[in-house]
């Protein structure tokens, strides 16, 4: 004991009262200490940190954060998008496409055995027909990037720039307000274009701008389109007291399974047969699966005539949106 005081006097120089130790031994592996505070009140352990943590529980050095590295840039600092991917957004939005194949923009680079440079020539064949010309621009650099980034910056400066990109379809109240508008001065059928999961959304909102109209909507199935929807004007359905089949679908329901329940209900094939169906279902995910339900029905019941309609409705306990009762009439 007289030689461990000996040696933290000999540590901790300066200190103006005696350090008492009360050391304990722990589980065999390591020793615990505990030392009383100095006349000013701190801790001396604390004013020792450095001295008497073991290199074993002292904290790892702080590592300089790496800046990330941002690839397909063509200045030095990193910012901006690169020429090549600026033409490539020019040309999928001149064609509004969400991307372009490999034969709309083709890169040629070689390299020049004389001046020791890589010369590239892009030829922009995706936007000969809308410009009426052969589109080749060439460019050289050090390297086969900067080759190809040159001839795009020189394609760059002569195509015109991309019309204001617009949204491939509008959203489902604009929708609804178009084809109601062409209703009122029309029996029908106006044709609309969405994707599947604004289906029974844009019936919704049709039902409430022009709910007299009774509108009945159908697909048409022989579209490459997502959906296109075929809305007519009609009498509105009757009642049914009997023979309604009530279902409640929801987002992890598949759309197969959901219109081979349903398309088995309206054909009376292992069930009662029934002439109508109401679907109850909350949230896009429902409506998407709902929407290539119904299509389905209407391919397998082509000689049922089978027709549906959607309005909004608000759920107890509910909170996903939008929350409709579609129904499905077999005429």
């Not at 702080?62 to 600026?86: C, E, M, W």
């Not at 009498?235 to 349903?262: C, F, I, K, N, Y």
């Amino acid at each position: 004991r007289a030689w461990i005081l000996l040696a933290v006097t000999a540590l901790l120089p300066g200190m103006r009262s005696f350090i008492g130790t009360r050391c304990r031994a722990g589980d065999g592996k390591s020793r615990f200490c505990t030392l009383r505070n100095n006349d000013d009140g701190r801790s001396s352990h604390a004013a020792s940190s450095s001295s008497w943590t073991s290199a074993k529980h002292r904290s790892p050095p702080l590592k300089a954060a790496r800046r990330p590295v941002r690839r397909g840039r063509d200045d030095k600092t990193g910012k901006g998008k690169s020429n090549t991917q600026k033409l490539s957004e020019l040309v999928s939005k001149t064609l509004r496409r969400n991307s372009h194949t490999s034969e709309d923009i083709v890169y040629d680079v070689e390299l020049n055995t004389i001046s020791g440079r890589f010369e590239a020539k892009v030829h922009v064949a995706a936007l000969e027909g809308h410009i009426n010309q052969a589109l080749e621009f060439q460019g050289n650099g050090s390297t086969e990037s900067e080759a190809r980034s040159s001839a795009a910056a020189a394609a760059l400066l002569v195509l015109p720039p991309a019309p204001d990109f617009e949204k491939k379809y509008p959203k489902p109240e604009e929708a609804a307000a178009w084809v109601a508008e062409r209703l009122h001065d029309s029996h029908g059928p106006i044709e609309v274009d969405c994707p599947m999961s604004d289906v029974m959304e844009i019936l919704a909102h049709l039902q409430q701008r022009a709910e007299s109209l009774h509108a009945t909507a159908t697909f048409v199935l022989t579209d490459e389109h997502k959906s296109r929807l075929s809305i007519s004007r009609g009498s509105p359905s009757p009642v049914l007291q009997e023979g309604v089949a009530s279902m409640t679908p929801t987002g992890r329901t598949a759309g197969s399974a959901l219109g081979e329940a349903m398309r088995a209900r309206l054909a009376g094939d292992g069930h009662d047969e029934h002439q109508r169906l109401e679907l109850r279902l909350a949230g896009r995910p429902a409506a998407k699966q709902t929407g290539i339900a119904t299509k389905i029905v209407q391919t397998f019941l082509l000689d049922r005539n089978i027709s549906f309609r959607a309005r909004f409705e608000e759920f107890p306990n509910y909170r996903a949106r939008p929350q409709l009762v579609v129904t499905v009439d077999r005429n």
